[in-house]
């Protein structure tokens, strides 16, 4: 089994910057893809960000130039620093494990709050 627990989320001000933490825990494979999505109320999930397991990144259009993902494999934790924060980044922040195995399976965060104020 795979847990994922986000931190970092918080109150800030447009312009402001934050920094998400997913910490990994349990069977962890090198293959795992990593990201994060956001759920603002009354939307759907989107992704934020992923990243692979060669380092190759994607974000969304919304985040690009703003947001970087970053991991750290010692510590089996995933990074969001989020700079240029804007009131339209609000949302609950959840960290995801994607496997590929044949099929793909997620694993999620219980979620992080982030809230911009204007």
């Known amino acids: ?10 109150l800030v001000q447009a312009g ?3 920094r998400l933490s997913c910490a990994a825990s349990g069977s962890i494979f090198s293959f795992d893809v ?16 992923i990243l692979t397991s060669s ?8 985040v690009k130039g703003r947001f970087t993902i970053s991991r750290d494999n010692a510590k089996n934790t995933v990074y969001l620093q ?19 195995l044949g099929d793909r399976r997620d694993y999620w965060g219980q979620g992080t709050q982030v809230t911009v104020s204007s």
């Open 55 to 62: 380092s190759s990144t994607n974000y969304a259009d919304s």
């Open 82 to 100: 989020m700079n240029s924060l804007k009131p339209e980044d609000t949302a609950v922040y959840y960290c995801n494990l994607a496997r590929y």
């Open 16 to 18: 402001g910057s934050l």
């Open 1 to 10: 089994q795979v847990q994922l627990v986000e931190s970092g989320g918080g």
């Open 34 to 49: 990593m990201g994060w999505y956001r759920q603002a109320p009354g939307k759907q999930r989107e992704l934020v960000a």
